[in-house]
């Protein structure tokens, strides 16, 4: 089975702390994805990789950046962290043209 | 008009019963399309997957696209509790996966 392991499951920040939500995959997947989740707005997607060192924005990378330095670990960071980015937090992961897989989210509450 | 349309509910029904969950989507590129189940406090979880028209069946679980009309569908027979989650319709041409907002169900016993 694929598994995606999110660093934290919960988390508090207080605004204009600089915040890291970590993610690793053991499946040695190409692809990987950061998105959010709020109520009523659905799953958006944030960045994502096609490939080790590359990014891609998504839909609102905004207050947002990435790094992927390793196949298997996408990191996401909040440069200055805001109140408006308390959300859940999900990392997924595919390769070969499969599905995504996600991870069990972060819960991040930004104070 | 948003690419993936899905009825947020939420939906209650009384176990034992037939669940229609159904998705519309506007881009004939689209070609693949998954369910994917979401319990409380969890990460989404695929359920289903098929790349074509036509239905899939697993277990309790069926799948129905219709690319003519742009229809997707997850039919639940014989619900149980356990099947309370949101529930989200995803698809894809060779893009990200595009997700609809998800429906809300709740399995009464």
């Known amino acids: 089975d694929v598994k995606v392991t999110q660093s934290s499951r919960y988390l508090v920040k207080r605004t204009g702390e600089k915040v890291f939500l970590e993610c690793v995959q053991d499946?040695?997947?190409?692809?990987m994805f950061w998105y959010r989740q709020d109520p009523g707005l659905g799953l958006r997607l944030i960045y994502f990789?096609?490939?080790?060192?590359?990014?891609e924005k998504g839909d609102i990378p905004e207050g947002y950046s990435v790094s992927r330095e390793k196949k298997e670990r996408f990191s996401l960071i909040l440069e200055s962290a805001s109140t408006n980015q308390t959300s859940m937090y999900l990392c997924?992961?595919?390769?070969?043209?499969?599905?995504?897989?996600f991870g069990d989210g972060t819960r991040l509450s930004i104070l | 008009q948003k690419e993936v349309e899905q009825d947020p509910g939420p939906l209650s029904v009384p176990e034992g019963a037939i669940v229609s969950l159904n998705c519309t989507y506007s881009?004939?590129?689209?070609?693949?399309f998954m369910w994917y189940r979401q319990y409380s406090r969890k990460g989404p979880e695929l359920l289903m997957y098929?790349?074509?028209?036509g239905n899939k069946e697993d277990g309790r679980f069926t799948a129905q696209v219709d690319k003519s009309s742009k229809y997707i569908s997850l039919f639940i027979r014989d619900s149980q509790p356990s099947d309370s989650a949101t529930y989200l319709c995803?698809?894809?041409?060779?893009?990200?996966?595009?997700f609809g907002k998800g429906t809300r169900l709740s399995v009464i016993a």
């Open positions: 997924a992961s595919t390769g070969g043209g499969w599905p995504q897989h």
């Open positions: 499946m040695d997947h190409e692809n």
């Open positions: 990789s096609y490939d080790v060192k590359m990014k």
């Open positions: 881009n004939s590129a689209f070609q693949y």
């Open positions: 098929t790349y074509s028209s």
């Open positions: 995803a698809t894809s041409g060779n893009t990200p996966l595009v």
